[in-house]
């Protein structure tokens, strides 16, 4: 068990290995920032949008456009600051032209992800929107279907509560979607209040392997079986 310190720590330093990657070169091209995440390293509550816009490009912040401005508002209806949650995204760099992510940046940006639900240790996951939810579900079932219904997911080496909500863009110009997206977010705080799911197992240490025994010389094979063992 690493203390809270420790692994805010631990945290900085996947940041700093964020802030010069340069795995998906048209990202690393295009992008001002790397939007890591930001909030509270130890939170109980951790978000994960799609991929920062824009504004979080140019203030190497996550969510502080106008459905960042949505998401702060539903946290103060339900008692919360984002100070006190930890927020990212599936991408930690923009896409130009808010295009959708691809596949293969969402494969290579993903070990940040892990690292953060590692380190954080939320009890709630909460995914805004498909992309994050099919990503940490790993399953193609859409956020119409799920949202709102929370189940216990072992992600990574972490069980947590996972939560999937409708992304707050999708919600900020359909209206009916935005009052399931409140009603969604009112149940937060009875998540919050359950007990913190059963974590797995840890997997054991490797132990040392021990020196391999000589082996013996074989007598040549007789021809036949020769070329069948030479098959496989
Ligand atoms: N949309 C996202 O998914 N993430 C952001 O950070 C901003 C908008």
């Known amino acids: 068990m690493q203390s809270a310190a420790d692994r805010r720590e631990a945290l900085k330093a996947v940041y700093e290995q964020a802030r010069r990657c340069e795995k998906c070169p048209q990202l690393a091209a295009t992008r001002t920032t790397v939007v890591f995440g930001s909030g509270n390293a130890d939170a109980d509550l951790m978000f994960v949008g799609e991929a920062p816009g824009a504004n979080e490009d140019k203030q190497g912040l996550p969510f502080v456009g106008q459905a960042g401005k949505l998401l702060e508002r539903l946290l103060g209806e339900i008692g919360l600051d984002r100070k006190e949650v930890w927020i990212s995204n599936v991408l930690k760099c ?3 032209g808010n295009r959708d992510p691809h596949p293969n940046e969402i ?3 993903q070990d940040y992800l892990w690292r953060q639900i590692e380190l954080i240790e939320p009890r709630v996951l909460s995914t805004l929107g498909n992309f994050s939810t099919k990503l940490l579900r790993a399953d193609p079932t859409g956020i119409t279907r799920l949202h709102g219904q929370a189940e216990v997911r072992v992600i990574g080496p972490r069980a947590v509560r996972l939560y999937p909500l409708y992304h707050p863009a999708a919600a900020l110009y359909t ?3 935005l009052e ?3 009603a969604d977010f009112a149940r937060i705080p009875d998540l919050l ?4 799911p059963d974590q797995p197992e840890p997997v054991p240490e490797v132990a040392p ?3 391999p025994m000589p082996v013996p010389e074989l007598a040549p094979k007789p021809e036949t079986e020769r070329e069948q063992l030479g098959l496989f």
Do not use: Y
């Open 107 to 109: 494969e290579a940006c």
């Open 209 to 211: 392997q021990p020196e």
């Open 175 to 177: 209206p009916s979607m």
């Open 180 to 182: 399931t997206l409140r």
């Open 94 to 96: 923009r896409p130009p």
């Open 193 to 196: 209040a359950q007990p913190a």
